[in-house]
């Protein structure tokens, strides 16, 4: 089967500026996750999507990150004005049923300088 | 690519030891758990799995080892091989829907 597919692969934006990403999990996976990975850290979570609704986005900071799943398919994440502590992998995952293994994409390496 | 993990903890071993890389969960009512392997530049991959109800579950040269008691998981890699250098995470589901993802060690295989 075809992976968690994600772009892009990098960016680098100056502070205040927006940013997006695009994830587009596995076929039939009902659940999608956006981590957030600081390095030399773990993914955390900042929001999963039970097909197109918000099951947990309590590690969101919604003032400036929004994320949408459209269809219950693809989903995007949005950053607007970055920080530079938002530097970081952004990690989109998914998985057949919630709390089971998740299959993630290779992330987008943000840089917000 | 990127480099993960720059200041995790680390476990350096020669190729062809048994590697053992340990995790102490958060939650008490977490029952469910996985081990993933991230390499640079990769999202995480799963590994194995275990259950509360069980204390042990092999795979293909991975062994993982559960102590409730004193929420303690380990991840057991037999005849270790320098593909297996990368960062280990564990992870714990407390039975609803979030997977809560420790801070990972480093393996260094030596060759």
């Known amino acids: 089967e075809a992976g968690v597919a994600q772009s892009p692969r990098y960016k680098i934006i100056e502070k205040r500026q927006s940013v997006a990403f695009w994830c587009n999990p596995i076929?039939?996976?009902?659940?999608l996750y956006w981590y957030q990975q600081i390095l030399g850290q773990g993914p955390k979570l900042l929001i999963q999507?039970?097909?197109?609704?918000?099951?947990?986005d309590s590690q969101l900071p919604k003032d400036r990150f929004s994320a949408e799943r459209l269809k219950g398919v693809d989903s995007t994440l949005k950053i607007q004005p970055a920080k530079l502590e938002d530097s970081a992998v952004y990690l989109c995952?998914?998985?057949?049923?919630?709390?089971?293994?998740?299959?993630f994409g290779n992330g987008t390496r943000l840089t917000v300088t | 690519g990127e480099s993960v993990g720059l200041h995790l903890p680390t476990l350096s071993v020669q190729e062809g030891d048994n590697s053992i890389i340990n995790c102490a969960y958060s939650?008490?009512?977490?029952?469910?758990f996985i081990w993933y392997k991230q390499e640079s530049g990769k999202g995480p991959q799963f590994i194995i799995d275990?259950?509360?109800?069980?204390d042990k579950r092999q795979g293909q040269r991975v062994t993982v080892l559960l102590n409730k008691t004193v929420k303690h998981l380990s991840l057991q890699i037999a005849a270790t091989q320098p593909g297996d250098s990368a960062v280990y995470f564990c992870?714990?589901?407390?039975?609803?829907?979030?997977?809560?993802f420790g801070a990972g060690t480093r393996l260094f295989v030596k060759a």
């Open positions: 995952a998914s998985s057949l049923v919630p709390g089971e293994a998740l299959h």
């Open positions: 076929s039939g996976h009902a659940t």
């Open positions: 999507f039970q097909n197109n609704g918000v099951v947990d």
């Open positions: 939650n008490s009512a977490s029952d469910y």
């Open positions: 275990i259950r509360s109800n069980m």
């Open positions: 992870a714990e589901n407390t039975g609803g829907f979030k997977t809560i």
